[in-house]
């Protein structure tokens, strides 16, 4: 864990301050939830290394893990996360950096980390580390799966230095609307409503298409909206004994007879959608809470990798109350 800190004048303030921010409750909510040692265990061995030629030591590793979680839960580029450090005295607290004696690193190193990051997939590790975690704290039951998406959008401009769109990114239509940009599919665990699963494709691959990857093989029941209907017919669900609860499609509901038989399938469907609705939680702390609303990056694997770690951070956001901390 990071070291105390000898702090300055505006640092006093803040700590002192007979009331606390909403960003200094976030972060000493996460300081007490996110599994650090579990973290650092990840990174640790693809970490830069003192050489015996010399040169500038590299930061500390839980300082730069830690300036990344910011970037994540703030939507902070590198530029503008070494401007933060500088300027805000909570950010300094919580990455552990001592303004006076210490360096802040700059928008290289916190770019140069993210690289390493993305390189070796740690974000995928994250994940899995944390689903792990809960799993084994009986938080996340793995009974059942509820299956949804999103999309992100994409830059749709060609104001840029080759003049074209993301060629990974697609246009798709939803509703009367055209959107431009990729999918976010889910599978989320039924009983605790914490994310299992992440694949990310362009806006215009189907759910059905990735819904045997979003699901893990032990549930009892899955659960999807109308854009699943006939996934018991995908070759990788065929003799799968789990209970396939599908939405009816909205035109097919609405003109359901008004007599008992459509009366109690309406009911039905109404608490379909009333369990399907945990599926929602997640999208929204990454949209509102972390405020993850458009793609940051060029490419899908890019932006797999940050969901992947944004789903990572949600999940212990999600539980932080339950189960302070997963280490």
């Known amino acids: 864990m990071a070291t105390p800190l000898q702090l300055g004048f505006t640092d006093y303030e803040q700590t002192y301050a007979k009331k606390k921010t909403r960003r200094q409750i976030f972060l000493e909510e996460m300081e007490a939830t996110v599994p650090w040692d579990s973290f650092l265990a990840l990174i640790h061995p693809v970490y830069y290394k003192p050489t015996a030629k010399g040169g500038r030591p590299p930061f500390p590793l839980e300082v730069m893990l830690r300036i990344h979680l910011l970037q994540q839960w703030f939507t902070l580029s590198d530029p503008l996360m070494e401007e933060m450090l500088i300027d805000t005295p909570c950010f300094r607290r919580f990455a552990g950096i001592d303004m006076i004696d210490d360096r802040i690193p700059d928008e290289t190193t916190i770019l140069n980390f993210r690289h390493l990051l993305e390189e070796h997939q740690i974000a995928e590790q994250i994940l899995e580390s944390v689903n792990q975690s809960l799993s084994e704290k009986g938080v996340m039951l793995k009974e059942g799966t509820i299956l949804d998406a999103t999309i992100i959008n994409a830059p749709s401009s060609t104001k840029n230095k080759k003049g074209k769109r993301d060629p990974e990114m697609h246009s798709v239509a939803k509703g009367n609307q055209w959107l431009f940009g990729m999918r976010c599919h889910i599978g989320v665990d039924a009983a605790s409503g914490l994310v299992h699963s992440v694949v990310s494709t362009a806006a215009n691959i189907h759910e059905l298409k990735t819904a045997a990857e979003?699901?893990?093989?032990?549930?009892?029941?899955?659960?999807?909206?109308?854009g699943h209907i006939g996934i018991e017919?995908?070759?990788?669900?065929?003799?799968?004994?789990?209970?396939m609860r599908i939405a009816m499609k909205p035109g097919e509901r609405r003109v359901l007879p008004d007599t008992a038989e459509g009366r109690l399938l309406n009911l039905v469907e109404t608490a379909k959608a009333h369990f399907r609705a945990k599926v929602e939680h997640p999208?929204?702390?990454?949209?509102?809470?972390?405020?993850?609303?458009k793609v940051y990056y060029r490419g899908i694997r890019k932006n797999d990798l940050k969901l992947k770690m944004l789903f990572a951070l949600a999940n212990l956001w999600i539980i932080r109350e339950?189960?302070?901390?997963?280490?």
């Not at 979003?214 to 109308?226: K, L, P, Q, W």
């Not at 339950?322 to 280490?327: F, L, M, N, Q, Y």
């Open 214 to 226: 979003r699901t893990h093989g032990e549930e009892r029941v899955i659960y999807g909206d109308a």
């Open 283 to 293: 999208f929204r702390i990454i949209k509102c809470q972390f405020g993850f609303r």
């Open 233 to 243: 017919k995908r070759d990788a669900f065929k003799g799968c004994e789990a209970e």
């Open 322 to 327: 339950r189960c302070p901390c997963i280490a």
